[in-house]
């Protein structure tokens, strides 16, 4: 099982940015997907982003436009940069890697903007 470590959360006024980052030890990296999703509170885990293997990606349509998904192979992360941020964006952030229908899930890492 892989342990997916994030960064990078916190507290942000709306219009605000920030940039998640991801670690994913392992030597499976380069041949996994990988998505950041986010769980507002009381209501369920929804995928904000993802980027195969092949870099393609893919986003909510409420994210479109102000987040970018990215990865690194070398370094093993994947990262979210973050801008016009809005209240409606608050929520935890989790890192997700799927290989051969296996996920794997981090901590997750709070995001709170204020109005």
């Known amino acids: 099982q892989v342990q997916l470590v994030e960064s990078g959360g916190g507290l942000v006024q709306a219009g605000g940015s920030l940039r998640l980052s991801c670690l994913a030890p392992?030597?499976?990296?380069?041949?996994?997907?990988m998505a950041w999703y986010r769980q507002a509170p009381g209501k369920q885990r929804d995928l904000v982003a993802s980027?195969?293997?092949?870099?393609?990606?893919n986003y909510a349509d409420s994210v479109k436009g102000r987040f970018t998904i990215s990865r690194d192979n070398a370094k093993n992360t994947v990262d979210m940069q973050m801008n016009s941020l809005k209240p409606e964006d608050t929520g935890v952030y989790y890192c997700?890697?799927?290989?051969?229908?296996?996920?794997?899930w981090g901590q997750g890492t709070l995001v709170t903007v204020s109005a």
């Open positions: 392992g030597r499976t990296f380069a041949i996994s997907s």
């Open positions: 997700n890697s799927r290989l051969n229908g296996i996920n794997n």
């Open positions: 980027i195969t293997s092949s870099m393609s990606t």
